[in-house]
């Protein structure tokens, strides 16, 4: 019988798709997915270098599977991805039951390193320096069948003080616009109607064969592909944000009115600190010059509480923008120590109880904030692309989830009838009634529901069988879900 494989996941949007070509290529290679209860004979650990305490995290992980692995003989573990490529050969030294350790510039040597370490009983250790075959090149086993992520660069050339990323997956490397599109268009071929454009950076696109106004251009690009409805990219950095990715987003039907734009703080001197090579008033004028192209865009960000020196009045500041800017919603962070990092050898670190206590007023803002800005959706009618998974459920109604165009996740009350039930990645018009911080509601039905491409794939991948449609990996996701930073 074929071996069985399990992917567990760990950080930003990035590795969730690495995941998704390690479990492409482990398939490729005549694996097959275990089941979420069942043994697997392969564990492959995705790590992520940026969350507090992910060295602990991995090796509780690990410590916990030395029984299993004792008790199953021929059992493998292997650790790729950030926490591998920083720790290296530390990682075998004080985990000597892990098979094989894989870095972010190698994941399709893989299969051959645990073939290797089952033939030579011996711990595979393979970490390369720099990128040498662009991973979308990999086998992709992708757990939607109606949307996908799409890279358009790997690295990243900026230096935040904060950030280990550069060091962990190189300098920005740009695929050619011509690769990018002829992928695309195939995921359309196959029935994917969503792609999300992927990078650390992405609007930065095109530094690496020398054109500036390239992002732009790639988003026009995919506003000609017929069948391709929603179109959206993360993340950008706002010093890289001009004007022409503006008219771009406001131009082209399929590209979403929605933008995560990391923040990071309010402060221009925490930001000088930071590295950060923008200013509040220049993040602001973005964020005003976007509403004035798509006054229906959602716009969510990224913040550092508590980075090294931030004073109350810093923190203060942070608080102004957050008000000013408007945000649907903001992914909020306790500044930690991240070893390796030029912040972590910085002077005035703010007590750990002190980062604490902002934290949770900023995160109190935060919330008001993305309710008064979810408020004004009542009322409205919004286009929802149901995703996979079942909604909210109580004693009377039956709901299910999906996004809005503008990536609002929206609860819809939906016929318990199969003929009228929408499938994921079905579309249909619901009316808000509710509005809560994190989400809204449409208890009134849905309207004009549209049968899908997308909707069709994924009952096609349900008709299979069970055999042959794995359950999907373990993600358990260092950053939140869907809109979630990639750096």
Same mark, same amino acid.
Request: hydrophobic share 40%; charged share 25%.
């Given at each position: 019988?074929?071996?069985?494989?399990?992917?567990?996941?760990?950080?930003?949007?990035?590795?969730?798709?690495?995941?998704?070509?390690?479990? #492409?290529?482990?398939?490729?290679?005549?694996?097959?997915?275990?089941?979420?209860?069942?043994?697997?004979?392969?564990?492959?650990?995705?790590?992520?270098?940026?969350?507090?305490? /992910?060295?602990? !995290?991995?090796? #509780?992980?690990?410590?916990?599977?030395?029984?299993?692995?004792?008790?199953?003989?021929?059992?493998?573990?292997?650790?790729?991805?950030?926490?591998?490529?920083?720790?290296?050969?530390?990682?075998?030294?004080?985990?000597?039951?892990?098979?094989?350790?894989?870095?972010?510039?190698? %994941?399709?040597?893989?299969?051959?390193?645990?073939? $290797?370490? !089952?033939?030579?009983?011996?711990?595979?250790?393979?970490?390369?320096?720099?990128?040498?075959?662009?991973?979308?090149?990999?086998?992709?086993?992708?757990?939607?069948? &109606?949307?996908?992520?799409?890279?358009?660069?790997?690295?990243?050339?900026?230096?935040?003080?904060?950030?280990?990323?550069?060091?962990?997956?190189?300098?920005?490397?740009?695929? !050619?616009?011509?690769?990018?599109?002829?992928?695309?268009?195939?995921?359309?071929?196959? #029935?994917?109607?969503?792609?999300?454009?992927?990078?650390?950076?992405?609007?930065? &696109?095109?530094?690496? +064969?020398?054109? $500036?106004?390239? +992002?732009?251009?790639?988003?026009?690009?995919? #506003?000609? %592909?017929?069948?391709?409805?929603?179109?959206?990219?993360?993340?950008?950095?706002?010093?890289?944000?001009?004007?022409?990715?503006?008219?771009?987003?406001?131009? @082209?039907?399929?590209?979403?009115?929605?933008?995560?734009?990391?923040?990071?703080?309010?402060?221009?001197?925490?930001?000088?600190?930071?590295?950060?090579?923008?200013?509040?008033? $220049?993040?602001?004028?973005?964020?005003?010059?976007?509403?004035?192209?798509?006054?229906?865009? /959602?716009? @969510?960000?990224?913040?550092?509480?508590?980075?090294?020196?931030?004073?109350?009045?810093?923190?203060?500041?942070?608080?102004?923008?957050?008000?000013?800017?408007?945000? /649907?919603?903001?992914?909020?962070?306790?500044?930690? %120590?991240?070893?390796?990092?030029?912040?972590?050898?910085?002077?005035?670190?703010?007590?750990?109880?002190?980062?604490?206590?902002?934290?949770? $007023?900023?995160?109190?803002?935060?919330?008001?904030?993305?309710?008064?800005?979810?408020?004004?959706?009542?009322?409205?009618?919004?286009?929802?692309?149901?995703?996979?998974?079942?909604?909210?459920?109580?004693?009377?109604?039956?709901?299910?989830?999906?996004?809005?165009?503008?990536?609002?996740?929206?609860?819809?009350?939906?016929?318990?009838?199969?003929?009228?039930?929408?499938?994921?990645?079905?579309?249909?018009?619901?009316?808000?009634?509710?509005?809560?911080?994190?989400?809204?509601?449409?208890?009134?039905?849905? @309207?004009?529901?549209?049968? @899908? !491409?997308?909707?069709?794939?994924?009952?096609?991948?349900?008709?299979?069988?069970?055999? /042959?449609?794995?359950?999907?990996?373990?993600?358990?996701?260092?950053?939140?879900?869907?809109?979630?930073?990639?750096?």
């Amino acid at each position: 019988m074929s071996r069985t494989y399990q992917i567990r996941t760990y950080g930003c949007q990035m590795n969730v798709h690495d995941s998704e070509r390690l479990s #492409g290529l482990l398939e490729d290679a005549g694996y097959r997915r275990a089941g979420d209860e069942s043994q697997a004979d392969v564990v492959v650990f995705n790590t992520c270098a940026v969350r507090e305490n /992910a060295d602990n !995290r991995l090796y #509780g992980s690990l410590g916990h599977l030395l029984p299993t692995k004792k008790a199953h003989p021929g059992m493998q573990i292997a650790v790729g991805g950030c926490l591998a490529q920083k720790d290296q050969h530390s990682i075998v030294q004080k985990a000597p039951w892990v098979d094989v350790v894989f870095g972010t510039h190698n %994941i399709g040597s893989l299969p051959v390193l645990l073939e $290797r370490a !089952r033939i030579e009983s011996e711990a595979q250790v393979e970490i390369k320096e720099s990128l040498e075959t662009f991973p979308s090149t990999l086998p992709t086993r992708r757990d939607s069948p &109606y949307a996908a992520w799409v890279s358009i660069s790997v690295g990243c050339n900026n230096t935040c003080t904060f950030c280990i990323v550069p060091a962990l997956r190189g300098k920005e490397t740009d695929r !050619r616009p011509g690769d990018i599109l002829a992928e695309v268009r195939a995921l359309v071929a196959e #029935g994917v109607q969503e792609i999300t454009l992927l990078g650390q950076n992405v609007n930065a &696109y095109g530094v690496e +064969f020398g054109d $500036r106004a390239a +992002f732009a251009k790639l988003l026009r690009a995919c #506003g000609e %592909i017929e069948g391709l409805d929603r179109v959206r990219f993360t993340s950008p950095h706002p010093k890289d944000f001009t004007d022409d990715v503006i008219a771009a987003m406001a131009e @082209t039907p399929n590209v979403m009115p929605q933008l995560h734009m990391p923040l990071q703080s309010g402060s221009d001197a925490v930001l000088r600190r930071m590295r950060r090579s923008y200013r509040s008033e $220049r993040y602001l004028g973005i964020i005003d010059k976007v509403r004035a192209a798509m006054p229906e865009a /959602a716009i @969510t960000t990224d913040i550092i509480v508590g980075f090294p020196g931030e004073t109350e009045q810093d923190f203060q500041a942070t608080v102004d923008v957050v008000r000013a800017a408007r945000f /649907a919603g903001s992914y909020t962070f306790q500044y930690s %120590i991240r070893p390796g990092t030029p912040a972590a050898t910085m002077p005035d670190q703010i007590p750990k109880p002190v980062v604490q206590e902002r934290y949770v $007023r900023l995160v109190e803002v935060v919330e008001d904030v993305a309710w008064t800005e979810n408020k004004t959706q009542l009322g409205r009618t919004v286009e929802v692309m149901f995703a996979e998974g079942e909604g909210r459920k109580d004693a009377a109604t039956a709901r299910l989830s999906g996004r809005a165009r503008d990536n609002r996740l929206v609860h819809v009350a939906v016929p318990e009838d199969p003929e009228l039930r929408p499938r994921p990645g079905d579309v249909a018009d619901a009316v808000i009634t509710y509005a809560a911080p994190h989400h809204l509601t449409a208890d009134d039905g849905i @309207t004009g529901l549209r049968r @899908t !491409r997308g909707g069709d794939a994924w009952a096609a991948r349900q008709a299979r069988p069970a055999d /042959a449609v794995p359950d999907r990996p373990v993600v358990t996701l260092g950053m939140p879900g869907i809109g979630a930073p990639v750096g």
